[in-house]
Each structure stands twice: as C-alpha cells, then as structure tokens.
C-alpha cells in the first residue's frame, strides 16, 4: 500500500541553523513526490516537488530537497532557518491513479528558537 | 489570480443539522479534491472528481456527499454532521493526470475549520 511517514512530529531549531525534516514513502512504481508548507491559519503551498531527473530539487523560499530511491527518502533541506519558516510541513507522494491523488504523511511542526 | 476559494472559514453547528462547504476553482482545473486534517493523521482524501459529474470516493467517505454540477465548484455536504467530523477541511484543484504528471500540480483553499457540536 502507499504511504508516507515523517518521523519527526516536532522540530525546534534555531534561528540561523540548518534544517533536515525527514520523509519515508512507500510507493510500488517511480514516485513523484512533494513537499508543502502550512503556516498557522493558512492553506497549503507548494515548496518543491520532484517528478523524475535530477535528484536534488530546489523549491521556493531556500528550501531544496533531495529523492534517494535506495532508502526511499525524500528529506527535506534548508541552509539557514529564519523565524518565519515555523510552520507544519507536509511529505506527499502522488499516485498515478484516481487522477493523481496525494497522499500525506502526518506532518512535522518546526519551531524556530530566536 | 488563480485561486481555490472556500467558504465558510469557519463554521460552528449542531449534531444533525445539514450544512454545505462550498469550494470554487478560477484555473479550469478538471480534477477536484476534498480533504480533512486531523492532528496526527495529515490530510486524508474525502472525494475527488475528476471532471464534471464524475465523483468517486477518497479513503474517508463516510458521512459526506458532494456534486460536480460545474467544472468551476465542488460543494462539499454534510447531511447529518456528527462530532467525529470536527476537522479543518481542505479543497484542491488539479489539471489531473490528462495534463502529464508535471503539470499535476494541486493547489489548495485556505481551510474550512468545522466544529459540530
């Protein structure tokens, strides 16, 4: 069955430091596979996605993310962390049928720490 | 400016009395989505529609209906509101897969938080 799971349902960081959140799938062909953002009050937007090619994606906002299909992974990145990158983010794997639905993980929450 | 438009924002009722969210698309996107987050669980599928008056059912079905009368609006009804569907609802549009998997971008409404009482 597809599914995704991010390990981490909550990260503090600091301010100024860098930034890995963590996104297992499990998905039976070539996955295509997205990360979006969800500020507090707000919808969903799209920060990176990857559909096939260059393994390390780079998304809006500093964020870049990297496919390995040997761990089924698809972590996602940023250098530098500023307070205005809290939010709850969010790994999904597309499938190729019933119109391409996605499939979520359960999210992780950043915290950034001044 | 393309958009997926909600309404209401937010919404408190009762046990059992019918309400509609509704959720309207600008992009001319086929493919149509409901979806309701709960803590813990990401988002789940609810329905889909992948172009006027075809709908099927997404993994949590039970206890919603929904239309696709017009290309552009996808209501989202609930005929008997129970408290297990207190839940912050998203909509989400899409060229779906007829547009090649590069396109099939979803963007998403702002949220309908739902809270039955």
């Known amino acids: 069955a597809q599914s995704v799971t991010q390990p981490d349902i909550h990260i503090t960081v600091s301010e100024g430091a860098s930034l890995e959140l963590r996104c297992n799938y499990s998905y039976g062909a070539t996955p295509y596979l997205f990360w979006y953002v969800q500020s507090p009050g707000q919808g969903l937007q799209l920060l990176l996605k990857y559909f096939s090619g260059d393994t390390l994606v780079q998304g809006i906002k500093g964020f870049e993310a990297e496919f390995k299909r040997s761990q089924s992974s698809f972590n996602l990145r940023k250098p530098s962390v500023h307070w205005s990158d809290a939010a709850e983010y969010f790994c999904?794997?597309?499938?190729?049928?019933?119109?391409?639905?996605?499939?979520f993980g359960q999210g992780t929450e950043l915290s950034v720490k001044p | 400016e393309a958009q997926v438009t909600q309404n209401p924002r937010y919404l408190i009722t009762v046990t059992g009395k019918k309400l509609t969210v509704t959720c309207s698309q600008n992009m001319n996107h086929e493919y149509m989505s409901w979806y309701r987050q709960d803590p813990g669980l990401g988002l789940r599928q609810i329905y889909y529609s992948m172009n006027v008056e075809v709908t099927d059912k997404g993994d949590v079905p039970e206890g919603y209906k929904v239309s696709r009368k017009e290309k552009r609006n996808f209501p989202l009804i609930l005929e008997s509101p129970s408290p297990n569907q207190t839940s912050l609802y998203f909509c989400?549009?899409?060229?779906?897969?007829?547009?090649?998997?590069?396109?099939?971008?979803?963007?998403f409404g702002a949220g309908t938080r739902l809270s039955v009482l």
């Open positions: 999904a794997v597309g499938a190729r049928n019933q119109g391409g639905k996605l499939i």
């Open positions: 989400a549009s899409s060229t779906g897969l007829a547009g090649g998997l590069a396109k099939n971008i979803q963007y």
